[in-house]
């Protein structure tokens, strides 16, 4: 049963996709982060399949680190939450974070898709808020990377976190914090991956009803 949350909730990959433009319908950021206990849509085969190889690609990320000797965190045990002011709590659960010899610590995320922004700012969005949730990386400065299963990597240099980062971080928390939702931008993109139902959202939008329209597309009298 639907029901308001206990003061607002945001998980760090809604606000990456919301940064990178990604998920273009903010409402449905909104409500997840301000209700629970909705009605969620049925998870499919590709979300299974994602999870088995998502589940080798971070495995074999950890053998790797941890056979060079770095200290090695995975998932669960790297789990944060920090506040605003207001009472927003932002959270997120980095796949890796290894510390090496030396005291550098670096948060790795592990990605089985096509490499996309959003990937980059929840790297960045961990690093941001790391060093404010764990006296483990209190007033250090934090590497980034992420992985892809075709091998390629994308490394982030503290440095990406500067007053911009933050101010644009800052714009979209804001707008999650509001009181009052955003209005609702459903595309089939969006609500093909998009976990509230119509039960909770009348505008949500069914591949199967429009997938005719847009493979073949409406006639022209040209």
Partial sequence: MVRSRDGVYVWVTWLAKLMAGEFTCQWSAWFRS????????????????????????????VRERAGV???????????????RSSGLRLAGKPDLIAI?????????????????????????????CLPHASP???????????????????????????????????????????????RRTPTVWDCRFCDITVADCEDRLEAEATADALDDGAEIPL
């Fill in 136 to 182: 483990l990386y209190k007033g250090k400065a934090l590497h980034g990377c992420a992985i892809y299963a075709n091998g390629q990597r994308s490394d982030i240099p503290p440095a990406g976190i500067d007053d911009a980062f933050r101010r644009t971080a800052t714009y979209f928390l804001d707008l999650l914090d509001a009181s009052s939702p955003p």
């Fill in 100 to 128: 090496d010899r030396s005291g550098r610590v670096t948060v790795y995320d592990a990605k089985t898709g096509r490499p996309k922004h959003s990937d980059l700012i929840q790297i960045m969005l961990y690093m941001m």
């Fill in 34 to 61: 301000h209700y629970t206990g909705y009605t969620r849509a049925p998870s499919d085969f590709q979300l299974a399949a994602w999870t088995a190889e998502h589940a080798q690609l971070l495995d074999e990320l």
């Fill in 69 to 83: 000797g770095e200290a090695v965190y995975r998932e669960d045990q790297n789990r944060f939450r920090v506040r």
